[in-house]
């Protein structure tokens, strides 16, 4: 009982080590080498699949009459293009390149992409309100579907993507991952009572699935800083960077959310990023070095909501 305890209190770092534990065993046991790079296809076909399942999930105990935006929305949006647009001009104004060019980048990519669509899990988790979060997604959504086409050929001048073109391309990605899934549970919700009553039954479900989910991710951002092109220092700069950029974003969103009595709702909102979007936006239209800035912050992002959810946990047993 202690052992699933300790499991079910650690679920994120647990989730993490294990993805990392196992990228790091098919890459450099040689008996397991040949099972990894079959595998890699399955893992990553089955990704969309886990995104799908979690967000349906955590969408089926949505009340949809109450997906409006409040006060802290708008906020917190602000601070995001803030931050973007800050990033670029430092880049921009002080004519980084090099190293400091890819830093900035790495950075850029983890300020610029989305709220998480998993964010709803934690903030669910923590006690916030599921559906002022599951607004502000889709706000958020937007936002970067403006941002990215806009103002990235700003800081690289190889993204020259046509500006309809990207927009359009950014949109059919969030329609895909956010309205499929929660056009499906809107329709068990209201037509399939008995399917929904057994779904939200299931304590914690999209919880554990975001765990194997975030396995996977975990696997996969191991992979692409074992196989970075730059040195361990640089590595070890861009993971320090983002570290603190995590710190700033949830800091900054908590603060936020302080004032309008939601402070576990802006503070996920503005930390957790979707790092897989990121991750794929900096290898379309930055460096692709610059992948490992989300990739770190994948981990730190984890480490903060484990600890947040440890903290409640510990508050709700006491």
Same mark, same amino acid.
């Given at each position: 009982?202690?052992?699933?305890?300790?499991?079910?209190?650690?679920?994120?770092?647990?989730?993490?080590?294990?993805?990392?534990?196992?990228?790091?065993?098919?890459?450099?046991?040689? #008996?397991?080498?040949?099972?990894?790079?079959?595998?890699?296809?399955?893992?990553?076909?089955?990704?969309?699949?886990?995104?799908?399942?979690?967000?349906?999930?955590?969408?089926?105990?949505?009340?949809?009459?109450?997906?409006?935006?409040?006060?802290?929305?708008?906020w917190v949006g602000v601070s995001q293009i803030i931050f973007v647009l800050t990033t670029i001009?430092? #880049?921009?104004?002080?004519?980084?390149?090099?190293?400091?060019?890819?830093?900035?980048?790495?950075?850029?990519?983890?300020? #610029?992409?989305?709220?998480?669509?998993?964010?709803?899990?934690?903030?669910?988790? $923590?006690?916030?309100?599921?559906?002022?979060?599951?607004?502000?997604?889709?706000?958020?959504?937007?936002?970067?579907?403006?941002?990215?086409?806009?103002?990235?050929?700003?800081?690289?001048?190889?993204?020259?993507?046509?500006?309809?073109?990207?927009?359009?391309?950014?949109?059919?990605?969030?329609?895909?991952?956010?309205?499929?899934?929660?056009?499906?549970?809107?329709?068990?919700?209201?037509?399939?009572?008995?399917?929904?009553?057994?779904?939200?039954?299931?304590?914690?479900?999209?919880?554990?699935?975001?765990?194997?989910?975030?396995?996977?991710?975990?696997?996969?951002?191991?992979?692409?800083?074992?196989?970075?092109?730059?040195?361990?220092?640089?590595?070890?700069?861009?993971?320090?960077?983002?570290?603190? $950029?995590?710190?700033?974003?949830?800091?900054?969103?908590?603060?936020?959310?302080?004032?309008?009595?939601?402070?576990?709702?802006?503070?996920?909102?503005?930390?957790?990023?979707?790092t897989a979007f990121a991750i794929w936006i900096a290898n379309a239209y930055l460096s692709p $070095?610059?992948?490992?800035?989300?990739?770190?912050?994948?981990?730190?992002?984890?480490?903060?909501?484990?600890?947040?959810?440890?903290?409640?946990?510990?508050?709700?047993?006491?």
């Amino acid at each position: 009982m202690n052992v699933i305890r300790f499991i079910k209190n650690w679920t994120l770092p647990i989730s993490m080590c294990t993805g990392i534990t196992v990228y790091l065993l098919f890459a450099f046991v040689p #008996a397991l080498d040949g099972m990894g790079t079959t595998l890699a296809p399955f893992f990553n076909r089955i990704l969309p699949l886990f995104m799908f399942l979690i967000l349906f999930v955590t969408f089926c105990k949505v009340d949809f009459r109450r997906l409006r935006p409040v006060k802290w929305h708008f906020w917190v949006g602000v601070s995001q293009i803030i931050f973007v647009l800050t990033t670029i001009g430092l #880049a921009f104004g002080l004519h980084l390149t090099g190293n400091d060019l890819l830093l900035a980048e790495a950075l850029l990519a983890s300020i #610029a992409c989305p709220c998480a669509s998993a964010a709803a899990v934690v903030t669910q988790k $923590l006690g916030g309100n599921l559906e002022e979060m599951t607004t502000y997604t889709f706000i958020s959504n937007f936002i970067t579907a403006v941002l990215i086409p806009s103002c990235f050929p700003l800081i690289h001048q190889s993204a020259d993507a046509g500006f309809i073109a990207a927009f359009l391309k950014i949109l059919y990605e969030v329609c895909i991952v956010l309205l499929t899934p929660m056009l499906f549970a809107y329709i068990v919700k209201h037509r399939m009572t008995r399917f929904h009553r057994w779904i939200i039954g299931v304590k914690d479900l999209s919880y554990y699935l975001w765990g194997c989910l975030l396995m996977i991710v975990m696997g996969t951002t191991a992979r692409n800083i074992v196989h970075a092109d730059t040195t361990i220092s640089f590595l070890l700069v861009i993971a320090s960077g983002s570290f603190v $950029l995590c710190l700033i974003q949830f800091g900054v969103g908590r603060y936020i959310g302080s004032h309008f009595c939601s402070t576990t709702n802006a503070g996920q909102a503005l930390g957790q990023k979707n790092t897989a979007f990121a991750i794929w936006i900096a290898n379309a239209y930055l460096s692709p $070095l610059s992948s490992v800035g989300p990739g770190c912050y994948i981990l730190w992002q984890n480490l903060v909501n484990a600890i947040e959810i440890r903290r409640y946990q510990y508050r709700v047993e006491t």
